[in-house]
């Protein structure tokens, strides 16, 4: 019985992941260039985490440290890329506190 579902299921199991996957990327894209003046938006919000991504990338550190005795197991380039991420993190962060403070006063002025 287990020979059958893993013959059968695991296949099934993988069909029914990337399909939906493949949908889910497919059509957003199929969208978005049947009309690229409406999709001004959004290519300019996809620039922009590109671009935060690249300084981010730029500015990271890659010398490992040690973690109680973890070192060499984190190449420099995957510390690179973690200290990346954690950059990207903090300053999309800091950009989103600075959108809800700035609409929040934005508003008294507006009155």
Known sequence: MSDFIVSFGLPLAYIAFF????????FPLIFLFQDIKKAKSALIGIGALIVVFVICYVLADSTPYDAGGAIGIVTSGEMKMI??????????????????AYASVSRYFKK
Do not use: D, E, K, R
């Open 19 to 26: 399909i939906p996957a493949i949908a889910a990327i497919a």
């Open 83 to 100: 200290n990346a991420s954690l950059l990207g993190v903090y300053i999309l962060g800091a950009g989103s506190i600075l959108a809800i």
